[in-house]
C-alpha cells in the first residue's frame, strides 16, 4: 500500500499530471510494470511543435522549484513563448516511486534500479508519444538534471537543439560516489530503516537528518555559512536568527519531509551517471559527438562539482561554452537565493536560445 | 579500567615519554586530578634555553606524523638546531584520554571539556615546570594544532617569538561547527556507541566508517580522487587499485583504529577553538595584540579551511604574512605526501626561523 507523504502532493509541489507510457524496462534488468512520469508544462506547443523546452529534474528535487524560481513570462524560460515540460525523474517521490506503488513487485526496498538513461529513454517516449515531440529547443537541467541533460544530448542528437547543463557532470566523478555513498550510508544507518521497509518516513528522522547535516556542509557553501547568507533566505515568511536554526528548520526540515527510498534511488542513479557508457568508456567520444549548442553552467563555489571538473568536459563537446555562473550558496545556489545568480542563468539561456543551429 | 587499544601505543606511535603536571582544572568546569601529557622530543635545549619549538597536534592526530615526516636532520625543524616538543593535545588517546585512565570520575563518556585553551595553558605550564622553557623560538602546528597556535601568541605574547598556524583559524568558523558536528553525529549514531560506555572501540566500527567516509570527502579534495593522487600513496608498502580500495584501507582503515571517545571529546573542542574568547568576542583586538612573527599557512585545495578565510585572519594580525602551501590532497596534505608541499613548508618555516624578532 502506498505510504502517506504529504510532501509529494500537488499541494507542496505545485500542480502536475501523471502520464503513463506503461510497461518499462530498465537497463539493469529490473522492469517497472506501469511507469507513470509526472510533468509539469508551461505555455503551449506551436503548430511546427518546435517550441519546446525539457527539464529534467535533480536529486531530491521536483519540478517545483523550476516553476516557482526559473519559469516566468518575460524570463529565459519564458512559457509565453515556448512550450516547457519539467519531468520529475523516475522514483523522485512524484513519478512512480517505492513509496507511491502499490505493486508489491516494485514497492519500498523492491523497487528496481533505474539509471540515468533510462530516464532520459522514458522521457523522449513521453515527449514522442503524449505531446508529439520530436525536436527540442532545448534541454536545460542542475546536478542530476545536468547528468540528464548531456545524456539526451548524446543519445538523441537529432532531437536536442540546445543543452545548458548547470551544476553537474556527464560523468560521475570518485569524489561524488563518495559523496553519494556517504550520503545513502546515514539514511541506510537509520535502523528506523529497516532495510526500506518503513511503515513512514518519519521513524527514519534520525537518518534523514543525519543526510541533511551533510548536505550542509556540501551543498552550501563556507562562504555561504561565514557571511551568514542564510539571514536573507526566507521561505514563507520564516526567518533565523542563527545558522543552526537556519540548518535545523531550512535544511534538516526540507530533507527529513521527504522519502528515504526515494533518495536512496536517486543516490544510486546519480553515483552512475556517465554518458561514457554509450561509448565503451571513451567520454571524448561521447562527448565529442554532442551536436547540441551547448553552454556548460558550473556554480563558481560549488564545493562538489567544481568549475574544473565542469570545464575539463566543455572542452571535449564541440562549439560549446563555459559560462560560470555566481552564487555564494555554492551547488544549492540552484534554489535560486540570489538575484544575480538568476539574471546570469537569464541571460546565458536568452542568448543560447537565440543562437542559431 | 582503561580500554586496550594498541593505536595508543609507543609501537604504534613512536616514542613518548608521559609526563604529570597534576590536577588540572578546566576552563569549562571539570577537572583532570592528575593530567599526564604525552610529549616526543627531538634534539637537545641549548643552554640559553632560547632554542625551544613547539607542536601541539590536530584532530585525531600525534606526535607521529611530526616525527615521520615534518622533523630532520636538514630540515627547518632539524633537531641538531632545535629542541623540538611535539605534544599531544589533552584527550588524543596518549595524553590523558576518555580510555587510557583509571580514574573513574573521568573514565569514557565521564571524561570533562576541554578547551584549546586549557591545553595551551597545560603546554606552558608543562614547558616551564619540566623543561624550563620560558621562551619558544616557534610555535607551529596544523589544523587544531593552528588553533593552539594562535591561541599561545595571544595568551603568551611574551614566550612566542614566531608563529606558524598552518591550514586552520584562529576563531572557528559556522560551517566547520557544522561539519564537526556532522563527524560527531557519524560516531554517536552507532548503537555500539552506547553513549560512550563502549567496551571496546571495535564496538563501533560502523560509527567509526560512517565517519571517516565524511572525512574521505571533505578531508581530501575533489582533485586528489579526479586525479588518482592516491596511487602515488604508499603506507608501510601497501598499494591500492582503485579509489574505493584506497577510502577503505587507508582513510576507513586508519580512523577505525581510533578511540570514538577521544575523537568526541577532541571534535568537542575543535568546534569551540576561538582566541576571541580572550577578548570579549572581538576578534580583531584579539589577533591585532599577536606580537609573534606569524606565517600563515593555509593549504590551497584546503575544503573547510580555504585560504580566503585564513587570509581574512592574517590581515588582523601585525607584521604576518600569508604563504598559501601547495597540496592537491587538500586538508589531508597535511599528512606530507607531497614533496613540493614539505619543501613549501621548510622554506617557509626557515625563512620565519631565520627572521630577527
Known amino acids: 500500500m502506498p505510504l502517506d507523504n504529504p510532501f509529494y502532493t500537488p499541494e507542496a509541489q505545485g500542480p502536475y499530471e501523471l502520464h503513463s507510457i506503461g510497461r518499462f524496462e530498465l537497463e539493469d534488468g529490473g522492469v517497472i510494470p506501469d511507469l507513470e512520469l509526472a510533468v509539469a508544462t508551461f505555455g503551449a506547443l506551436n503548430e511546427a511543435k518546435d517550441n519546446a523546452i525539457l527539464i529534467p529534474t535533480w536529486f531530491s528535487g521536483t519540478h517545483q522549484t523550476w516553476a516557482d524560481v526559473y519559469i516566468g513570462e518575460g524570463r529565459a524560460l519564458d512559457p509565453s513563448r515556448y512550450f516547457i515540460v519539467v519531468v520529475n525523474q523516475i522514483g523522485n517521490g512524484l ?34 508519444e503524449v505531446f508529439g515531440i520530436e525536436r527540442l ?16 544530448a548524446d543519445r538523441f542528437p537529432d532531437t536536442v537543439l540546445r543543452a545548458a547543463p548547470i551544476a553537474g557532470t556527464a560523468q560521475v566523478t570518485p569524489h561524488d560516489v563518495l559523496f553519494t555513498t556517504t550520503l545513502m550510508e546515514a539514511i541506510t544507518s537509520d535502523p528506523g530503516f529497516n532495510d526500506g521497509e518503513y511503515a513512514s518516513h518519519t521513524e527514519v528522522a534520525d537518518g534523514l537528518r543525519r543526510h541533511a547535516d551533510i548536505w550542509a556542509i556540501m551543498g552550501l557553501s563556507t562562504e555561504f555559512w561565514k557571511t551568514e547568507f542564510w539571514r536573507g533566505v526566507t521561505v514563507e515568511g520564516a526567518s533565523w536568527d542563527t545558522f543552526e536554526e537556519f540548518q535545523e528548520r531550512f535544511v534538516a526540515g526540507l530533507f527529513q519531509l521527504m522519502d528515504p527510498n526515494a533518495l536512496l534511488h536517486m543516490g544510486w542513479k546519480w ?34 562539482f567544481p568549475v574544473r571538473d565542469c570545464l575539463a568536459e566543455q572542452q571535449l563537446v564541440p562549439g560549446s561554452e563555459l559560462r560560470v555562473l555566481p552564487s555564494i550558496a555554492g551547488h544549492f545556489g540552484l534554489f535560486g537565493f540570489e538575484q544575480t545568480y538568476l539574471d546570469a542563468v537569464d541571460a546565458n539561456l536568452s542568448e543560447l536560445l537565440a543562437t542559431d543551429v
Do not use: C, N
Open 95 to 128: 513519478s512512480t516511486s517505492p513509496h507511491t506503488t502499490d505493486d508489491p513487485s516494485i514497492a519500498m526496498s523492491q523497487f528496481p534500479h533505474a539509471r540515468i538513461g533510462d530516464d532520459v529513454r522514458a522521457q523522449e517516449q513521453l515527449l514522442r
Open 137 to 152: 529547443a532545448l534541454v536545460v537541467g542542475g546536478s542530476m538534471g545536468a547528468q540528464q541533460t548531456y545524456e539526451w
Open 271 to 304: 553515483a552512475r551517471g556517465d554518458v561514457a557508457r554509450l561509448t565503451d568508456g571513451d567520454l571524448a567520444a561521447a562527448l565529442g559527438r554532442i551536436t547540441a549548442k551547448t553552454f556548460v553552467m558550473p556554480i563558481d563555489e560549488d564545493m562538489f
